[in-house]
């Protein structure tokens, strides 16, 4: 069983940055492939980036790319979005997942295809 806990969310303007983190309890953090999510009001949970088991591969949205950035840190089972350039549209719930993946330059971008989830950050980004 893997807890996964979110921080990092708040209330922000178009055009600012925020670092979101992910803590897992896992005892062997390098053993998931992680992915982070968001799910805005009335709509459905959409796939934001995902980063292989050791932070060789990652692979991001259209929506997103070039301006978040994910990366990990094994030593303290923790994964980070750097979220630069927020736009209004990217007003979500944050929910960071991880999946046991043999295959170590796998990622993942389908919600179907993790077994962990955290509990969401607020993401606010007014205009």
């Known amino acids: 069983q893997v807890q996964l806990v979110e921080s990092g969310g708040g209330l922000v303007q178009a055009g600012d940055s925020l670092r979101l983190s992910c803590a897992a309890s896992?005892?062997?953090?390098?053993?998931?492939?992680m992915g982070w999510f968001r799910q805005a009001p009335g709509k459905e949970r959409e796939f934001v980036g995902a980063?292989?088991?050791?932070?060789?591969?990652?692979y991001y949205a259209d929506s997103v790319k070039g301006r978040f950035t994910i990366s990990r840190d094994n030593a303290k089972n923790t994964v980070y979005l750097q979220m630069n350039s927020l736009k209004p549209e990217d007003t979500a719930v944050y929910y960071c997942?991880?999946?046991?993946?043999?295959?170590?330059?796998?990622?993942?971008?389908?919600?179907?295809?993790?077994?962990?989830w955290g509990q969401g950050t607020q993401v606010t980004v007014s205009s």
């Open positions: 997942a991880a999946k046991p993946a043999d295959y170590g330059g796998r990622v993942y971008s389908t919600s179907s295809s993790y077994d962990y």
């Open positions: 896992a005892r062997t953090f390098s053993s998931y492939a």
């Open positions: 980063i292989s088991r050791h932070g060789g591969s990652t």
